[in-house]
Nanobody
Framework: VQLQASGGGSVQPGGSVKLSCSVS??????????IGWFRQAPGKEREAVSC????????FIKPSEQGRFTISKDNRKKTVDFQMNSLKPEDTAIYHC??????????????WGQGTQVTVSS
């Protein structure tokens, strides 16, 4: 299983960014894989931000970010989108997506992709 996060960049406070996680190979049935989004800010530990179950019926957003972030999944396209609105400088981090055949707690995901940088600055 390979994952590729994209969509990062520089944005002003209050702005929005949509990250996408593409999962391969094409033959993979994403119904059976949960996807999580994680971030690591400079000098801080990696933290879980959001996750979505295999068929998308269950989602989690870090409580402090509810109302700003949403997650969605298109198993046919094998992509998971992570929409972040009303961005704050403290959202600056490298964002990673990860996959697992279960819906693990925390960061116990088996497969990880390289991250994409999000920088929130005026």
């Amino acid at each position: 299983v390979q994952l590729q996060a994209s969509g990062g960049g520089s944005v002003q406070p209050g702005g929005s960014v949509k990250l996408s996680c593409s999962v391969s190979p094409l033959g993979l049935d994403l119904d059976y894989f949960a996807i999580g989004w994680f971030r690591q800010a400079p000098g801080k530990e990696r933290e879980a931000v959001s996750c979505i179950s295999g068929r998308g019926g269950a989602t989690f957003i870090k409580p402090s970010e509810q109302g700003r972030f949403t997650i969605s999944k298109d198993n046919r396209k094998k992509t998971v989108d992570f929409q972040m609105n009303s961005l704050k400088p403290e959202d600056t981090a490298i964002y990673h997506c990860a996959a697992d055949s279960m819906l693990p707690a925390g960061m116990m995901y088996d497969y990880w992709g390289q991250g994409t940088q999000v920088t929130v600055s005026s």
